[in-house]
């Protein structure tokens, strides 16, 4: 049973949401976890801004505010409010109530997993209301200097909100959504529930039951997330574009000549021939030779006699692979990859091509195994490439996203005008008063003096 307790003082903003919100959230935690096994879940309106859980019961803010005119209206913010924390305390029935964490030794376990939970039973409620665990909200505590590691003890945590709420929960979000997947993920994350459900698991439950159920070493993920502060900034550095030689010299120096030509030509010449300046054999035509009308890539019989020998010393195989590269002209490209931040994650690439079509590619932390700190890619495309960006929905937390691209771009940024004064934050406006305001004009004014 369902049920919300509230005074007068709650209005329409209880009477209409709490109960239904209850519902919602049992509904949810338990699709991924177990079926709620009590007989009863009550919201009850403490009236502070706050909430607080017990099995089977919750106190949650907040009410609404009275009007001259007898209504009760809310801010955008309150309503928010009380979702989210109807959401999160009703969710401590879960966790820790029945998956029963040492929350004083390792708060992460009880707050980050509800936070997670919490932010899906949200998104699911109103997908217009920011849950807080999108990964780019994380990147600046991440990179600040009064953080901790996630698996610190709760006492001597610096800041407690990033460091047992958030951080693991965005880090979870990370683990389903770009790790694991959620097929996954949700396999893995409800057998550990059920495995510890009315038990007492530590982190290394956690952690070797979500590898055991999903068969995926995580280790080099628990590690930079909940037991270091590194932070994730993977830097595009280069990419190199690179041509298969033919070994046909008509082609192969046919193309070193474009390569040549394209270098920009010398400021010292160009000027001499804008002032009309003749070189000494331009002058003296009786002393050009062979070499004056012929440069280093004129090929030779002597290259194709050489070239035709090496076809011969090739098996039918190697002469086959040599035929195919030469005819399907591929592009191929290196991408020099370096991790600045120190905590290893997938590199997810969207390249763009010439063409105008766009292809994404997912590389696996594992690309980092040997080497944590730079790392090459080789890509083969029949495409020509135009640009290179990486994680291009922020999707892994990345701190500083302009050393994602490639090209570099400009980086895009604004000129605020203000007065010194500060405003309000526009969802704390109580809308639903202000919106009987009258609009006054200027013959009030008038009236007025």
Same mark, same amino acid.
């Given at each position: ?10 209005? =329409?903003? %209880? ?8 519902? &919602? ?36 803010? *907040? ?9 009760? =209206? ?13 959401? &999160?305390?009703?969710? &401590? ?13 390792? =708060? %992460? ?20 209301? *920011? ?8 990147? @600046?505590?991440?990179?600040? !200097?009064?953080?901790?590691? +996630?698996?610190? !003890? ?12 958030? /951080? ?21 994350? /409800? ?39 590194? &932070?994730?900034? +993977? ?44 070189? %000494? ?10 070499? @004056? ?8 019989? /002597? ?19 040599? @035929? ?39 590389? *696996?932390?594992? +690309? ?23 994680? *291009? ?25 203000? /007065? ?16 009987? =305001?009258?609009?006054?004009? @200027?013959?009030?004014?008038? !009236?007025?003096?």
């Amino acid at each position: 049973m369902a049920m919300s307790y509230y005074p007068k003082e709650g209005g =329409t903003l %209880w009477s209409d949401l709490s109960t239904e919100v209850v519902i &919602h959230t049992l509904e949810v935690y338990s699709r991924f976890s177990f079926d709620f096994p009590y007989p009863t879940a009550i919201s009850l309106n403490a009236g502070f801004l706050g909430g607080m859980e017990y099995p089977m019961i919750t106190f949650n803010g *907040p009410r609404t505010t009275l009007q001259d005119d007898g209504s009760r =209206t809310y801010s955008l913010a309150e309503k928010r409010f009380l979702i989210g924390v109807v959401i &999160h305390e009703v969710g &401590h029935f879960y966790f820790p109530m029945i998956v029963n964490s040492d929350e004083r030794q390792w =708060t %992460w376990m009880d707050e980050g997993i509800n936070s997670y939970l919490d932010s899906v039973a949200g998104r699911e409620w109103d997908a217009e209301i *920011p849950w807080g665990v999108e990964p780019r909200y994380i990147v @600046d505590y991440m990179v600040s !200097q009064t953080q901790v590691p +996630i698996m610190t !003890q709760s006492d001597s945590v610096l800041r407690l909100g990033p460091n047992a709420y958030s /951080k693991p929960a965005t880090a979870i979000n990370i683990l389903r959504e770009t790790i694991m997947g959620r097929e996954l993920f949700d396999f893995a994350f /409800k057998e550990y529930s059920l495995q510890w459900e009315f038990k007492r698991p530590t982190p290394a439950d956690f952690f070797r039951t979500m590898e055991e159920a999903s068969g995926i070493d995580l280790d080099w993920f628990w590690r930079g997330w909940f037991y270091t502060t590194d &932070h994730v900034d +993977i830097s595009l550095n280069r990419v190199y574009e690179m041509r298969m030689d033919t070994e046909n010299p008509d082609i192969d120096y046919a193309r070193q000549r474009e390569t040549e030509k394209a270098l920009p030509p010398s400021l010292y010449i160009q000027r001499n021939r804008e002032e009309g300046r003749q070189t %000494w054999v331009e002058r003296n035509t009786d002393v050009r030779d062979f070499y @004056d009308d012929n440069d280093q890539f004129t090929v030779t019989n /002597k290259e194709r006699n050489s070239y035709n020998s090496f076809l011969e010393g090739l098996e039918d195989w190697e002469r086959e692979v040599l @035929d195919r590269a030469v005819s399907e002209d591929l592009n191929y490209y290196i991408l020099e990859l370096s991790n600045e931040g120190g905590l290893v994650m997938p590199v997810i690439l969207e390249m763009e091509y010439v063409d105008g079509s766009t292809e994404e590619m997912r590389l *696996p932390a594992e +690309i980092w195994r040997k080497n944590a700190t730079q790392v090459k890619k080789l890509i083969v495309s029949q495409n020509e490439l135009l640009s290179v960006a990486i994680d *291009p929905m922020q999707e892994t937390a990345d701190a500083d996203i302009e050393n994602n691209y490639y090209p570099r771009r400009i980086i895009p940024s604004r000129i605020e005008s203000f /007065k010194s004064e500060g405003g309000g934050s526009l969802i704390g406006r109580d809308v639903m008063q202000d919106i009987k =305001t009258e609009l006054k004009t @200027d013959e009030d004014d008038e !009236q007025d003096n």
